[in-house]
Structures are given as C-alpha cells and as structure tokens.
C-alpha cells in the first residue's frame, strides 16, 4: 500500500516511518501542504495522509479520485479542513479521533498558568538579571469560575485539572453528558458568568466564530480566554477589539483563524503581513502558541499507530471503525 504523506516534519518520520514498514504501507513523504496545486504528487498512490492545514476541497477531492486514490487518512481529529458532503461516496475519510486528550487539555492549562502568572514575562526578565516585580501581579485560580464549551475528552479532562485547582466550573455542550461538579447552562449564562473560557469544540457553521463582535458584549469584563481548539472559534478582529477595549483581559491562542499559511513554519526571516496577529502578538496580554498543544510523544506514537490501523484496516476489509460518515455528523 502506496500513502502520499502530505504536510511532513521531522517528528512525523520518527513514528510513521517504523510503523508504515511494519504494515507493509510505504509513505511517500511531502514537505508541501496539500492543494489543488499538489494533489497530482500522489498519482500511483492508494490514499494520502493530511493534516489540519492541507485543504481537501471538491477540487482537491476530484484531483484524487481522478488518480485512483482510494482513501484520505486525516492523522488529527478535526475535519473541518475537507469538503466531507463532497467525498460522500466517492472517497473514504478516515481520522484519529482521541490521540491524547491529555496532551492538550494540559497545554491549555499550561497557558493559562502562564499567562496569569506572568511566568513568559518573568522569564525574559530573570535572563536579564532583572528581578523586580513590578507589573507582574496574578490571580488564584482556586474560587474562580471556569467556562469549559465542549465537554469531549479533551473538555473532560480539563474540567478534571480545574476541579484540582478549586475552580467553579460551567460547561456547554450541544450534546452534554453528566459530569460530577460540572454545571451545564446555556452558552450566553457560560460566557455571562465565567472569569475564564476555554474552548474544546470542533469548528461547524454553528459555532464558526463562537467568541465575535455579536458575544463581546456579554463577556465578563476582564475574560481570560483560552482556544487550543480551531482558530475559527473565534474571530480574530473581534477578539483584538476586546482585549483594546480591555473588555477581553488576555488571550491564550494555541491557534488562529488564519493560521495556514503562517503556522508550523519559520517565518522569523520575513515581514508578517497578517497584521491582525502580528498586533495580537504584540499585546502584552496575549499568548500565542504555534498549534502545538496535541505535541508530546504519547501524541504523537498514537497519532501514527491510530493512522496506520486505519489504513491496515480499510487495505484489509474495505472499511474502518474511524471512518468519517455524514450521517454521524
């Protein structure tokens, strides 16, 4: 079995790369994104492997099945990056959909931390020499309440590391499962009510810009808000206009609504011409990660392992248990 493995950096061969040739699966590895400019590079290969920034469009998707590609292997749980109501019957899409909740839910914790304890900013100082403590005031976490949107795995073990800290917890979820001191109420009362917001939930028309121009209002004054989730949660001007306006009082960002040419990238040599994160970036408040919270080496063995059963299972039998159907969307 022949996989165009798109998007590829050195910690994807450390684990694909073994694994792939005990399954007997040959990955044929890219550094380049996929598009509709290099979808032709899989020609005489099964099925591809892609990432959260490659864009699976109907044009990309018409491209692979013109070439016989058989299958799209997603090796992350989002899947808002492909044109699913396209590849219905014509493609198989397949994801990894629990890799290591933990794995972000602890990165989200671990900017939190971070940022209200001013740990990034002591850290420059200590380097210097400097050890004032002017300007680096925090907060107690414990007593402070937190609102968690999506109560997934990921959402779950979140609220499990704030019930550690002492913290009140609210929660929304389309579809909620009872959660022992977790308190479920509407959106509006979660973004009412919370000192802090953290977001774990996929990225769909309904909740494409959850925090924007429309929720500002509401926010309590002074909301830490918390995305390792999708970028599109969020509308990056309006979330600038918040944090201006002092209404949003910091923001941690393990990603961005435009992120797909920018991250995973070093651009260190070169002008950003996003100026909406480059002023983000500036802010004082502001905390920005370059989509690397599901990034440990538990992640990452499971990510290829889950990748590569789901290939060995569709070669095998045709199916996988991991498939992506639009009747379970």
Do not use: W
Not at 20 to 34: M, N, S, V
Not at 112 to 133: E, G, P, Q, V
Not at 170 to 184: H, I, M, N, Q
Not at 278 to 302: C, E, G, K, W
């Amino acid at each position: 079995m022949k996989i165009a493995f798109f998007d590829t950096k050195p910690y994807d061969l450390t684990y694909f790369e073994p694994m792939g040739k005990e399954a007997g699966i040959q990955f044929k590895f890219y550094e380049t994104k996929l598009n509709e400019n290099t979808a032709s590079l899989a020609r005489g290969c099964d099925g591809v492997c892609a990432f959260v920034n490659d864009v699976v469009t109907a044009a990309v998707i018409d491209a692979l099945c013109d070439i016989g590609v058989r299958i799209l292997a997603l090796r992350c749980a989002g899947f808002n990056n492909v044109d699913m109501r396209h590849a219905e019957g014509k493609l198989t899409v397949v994801r990894v959909p629990a890799y290591s909740p933990y794995a972000v839910a602890e990165h989200a914790m671990a900017l939190l931390l971070t940022s209200i304890r001013r740990i990034h900013k002591a850290y420059i100082r200590t380097r210097d020499y400097n050890f004032s403590l002017n300007n680096m005031v925090g907060f107690d976490l414990h007593g402070k309440t937190v609102g968690i949107v999506g109560t997934g795995k990921i959402g779950r073990v979140f609220a499990d590391i704030c019930k550690g800290f002492g913290m009140k917890i609210l929660a929304y979820d389309k579809y909620p499962s009872p959660l022992e001191g977790v308190s479920y109420v509407p959106l509006d009362q979660l973004l009412r009510e919370s000192d802090i917001i953290s977001l774990h939930c996929p990225l769909t028309e309904e909740s494409r810009h959850l925090i924007g121009y429309d929720t500002l209002p509401i926010l309590k004054k002074g909301v830490v808000i918390i995305n390792t989730s999708r970028g599109g949660l969020i509308n990056a001007e309006a979330l600038l206009e918040g944090i201006k306006s002092r209404q949003i009082g910091a923001a941690c960002l393990d990603v961005y609504e435009e992120e797909g040419d920018l991250f995973y990238e070093d651009n260190s040599g070169h002008i950003l011409e996003d100026d909406v994160l480059a002023r983000l970036i500036s802010m004082p408040n502001v905390i920005v990660t370059s989509h690397q919270a599901f990034l440990t080496s538990d992640a990452l063995y499971n990510i290829a392992e889950t990748t590569v059963a789901n290939l060995v299972s569709f070669r095998e039998t045709g199916t996988c248990e991991n498939e992506i159907l639009l009747s379970h969307l």
